[in-house]
């Protein structure tokens, strides 16, 4: 189930990646950093250098349906935006949960917060929080408090 809601969040991205124009990348400008154009794991090519198409202003988002329907997307979504994964301790037996899910209905925004948890305990402080856009899942702000 969460394999097919991040395939969904990804393919609601890769679907408002619908640019025009050139979209070729310039090689002979740039540094690489490594592996230009060599296959990585699932035979996805990497490239580097300069893009051409720069219309990062320009937002085209064809897809009809919201990429955030639910909860437990917006919790998948945060988890994967926070690298949640990242923050966990097993040394410390420190893992963050989610805690609480909030859905703006004017704004149709999703915030998300996570805890840090110990032991199974909550343990008070700070928490780790995502605003992300209900109908294309852009990040609208991350913060600690």
């Avoid at 002979?28 to 950093?33: L, N």
């Avoid at 490594?34 to 490239?47: F, M, P, Q």
């Avoid at 989610?98 to 402080?125: A, C, H, K, R």
Wanted: glycine share 4%.
């Amino acid at each position: 189930m969460k394999k097919a809601i991040i395939i969904l969040l990804f393919s609601c991205f890769l679907s408002s990646c619908v640019v025009q124009g050139d979209n070729s990348i310039n090689k002979s400008e740039g540094e690489s950093m490594g592996n230009k154009g060599e296959s990585i794991e699932n035979k996805t090519t990497y490239k580097e250098g300069i893009y051409t198409n720069k219309n990062w202003d320009v937002i085209e988002f064809p897809i009809e349906q919201d990429c955030i329907q639910d909860k437990e997307t917006a919790i998948i979504a945060a988890e994967i935006f926070l690298l949640i994964e990242r923050l966990q301790d097993e040394a410390q037996n420190l893992s963050f949960r989610p805690t609480e899910v909030f859905y703006d209905t004017e704004d149709m925004i999703w915030i998300v917060s996570f805890s840090p948890f110990q032991n199974g305990m909550l343990i008070p402080g700070d928490s780790y929080n995502i605003a992300l856009r209900k109908n294309n899942a852009e990040v609208l702000k991350m913060w600690v408090e």
